[in-house]
């Protein structure tokens, strides 16, 4: 059983929330990553969601796909906002 924290996530209405900066720069970040390392995300601020899903599914991929990261970053410099 998974407990109310996991990677550095708050839980709200069964999502995970942007506690720590994981998936933005901001908490009004929301969403959820999935078994293999695909992810869906809305951040409320930028107005924006985005998702990433492979075609290829990797059971060993149990936790953050490291790629889910750089999207992220890719996103967000595209609208020419700062992570930091």
């Known amino acids: 059983m998974l407990g109310p924290r996991v990677a550095d996530h708050g839980w709200g209405l069964g999502y995970m929330l942007n506690q720590r900066g994981v998936n933005g720069p901001n908490p009004r970040i929301f ?8 992810f869906g995300f809305v951040d409320l601020e930028h107005r924006i969601g ?3 899903v492979m ?3 990797d ?9 889910s990261v750089v999207l992220s970053n890719e996103v967000y410099a595209a609208l020419g906002v700062n992570r930091s």
């Open 55 to 57: 075609n290829r599914f």
């Open 31 to 38: 969403g959820h990553g999935g078994l293999g390392g695909s």
């Open 59 to 67: 059971a060993t991929k149990a936790n953050a796909d490291p790629r």
């Open 50 to 52: 985005y998702a990433y």
